[in-house]
């Protein structure tokens, strides 16, 4: 019912296409990009619900204010306090290897605005929980979220991140000059 529902809105009342070619692992990480808009959340929350996927997310803690933080956890998610060191990566790792399924999105750029200095938590998570972590680009020219390519994380991080980057580089966010490379 909820698969049908959110397909339905995604598809037919917004318009939005997909191309699906990932498998869906047990457990792994998803880099989104680009991320300049608030309604990439709830664009993305619509696609991989009407994909019959669940997944939690990373976000700021100040969202998980009354009743909305309720309604963010019961979707998935977790927040965030970015301003003090809670040992994050240890502690959605920890998560991982205690579940028989997880999936976790971030947004890497850790903000809607230009930001060439991604943050690479979703890729240390990876390497530390041993799981694969799958590109998933967001088109608004195409209407298109594009889940096509699969990360298996080496552990030379730069050479990674380079290739991870050069992925989303055909992609257009809902304000492109929001999106730096």
């Known amino acids: 019912m909820k698969q049908a529902l959110c397909r339905f809105i995604y ?3 917004l318009g939005w296409k997909s191309k699906v070619t990932v498998p869906d692992y047990d457990k792994y990480v998803i880099c989104a990009a680009p991320h300049t808009s608030n309604w990439d959340f709830i664009i993305g929350k619509l696609f991989y619900a ?3 996927r669940k997944t939690k997310f990373l976000m ?6 009354f009743p909305l933080g309720s309604i963010f956890r019961k979707m998935g998610g977790i927040p965030v ?3 003090k060191r809670t040992s994050l990566v240890d502690q959605i790792v920890r998560q991982i290897d205690a579940s028989d399924t997880f999936h976790l999105a971030i947004t890497p750029e850790g903000t809607r605005s230009a930001n ?3 943050k690479k938590g979703f890729y240390h998570i990876a390497v530390q929980a041993h799981i694969p972590i799958i590109l998933i680009g967001i088109d608004y020219p195409s209407k298109t979220i ?4 699969v990360i298996v994380p080496s552990g030379d991080i730069e050479s990674d991140m380079n290739d991870i980057k050069q992925y989303f ?3 257009t966010g ?6 730096q490379i």
């Open 174 to 179: 809902k304000h492109p000059e929001k999106f």
């Open 169 to 171: 580089t055909k992609f």
């Open 50 to 52: 009407a994909e019959g």
């Open 81 to 83: 306090f970015r301003n």
């Open 146 to 149: 594009t889940a096509e390519k």
């Open 116 to 118: 060439p200095d991604w």
């Open 11 to 13: 598809h037919n009342l």
């Open 60 to 65: 700021k803690k100040e969202w998980f204010f």
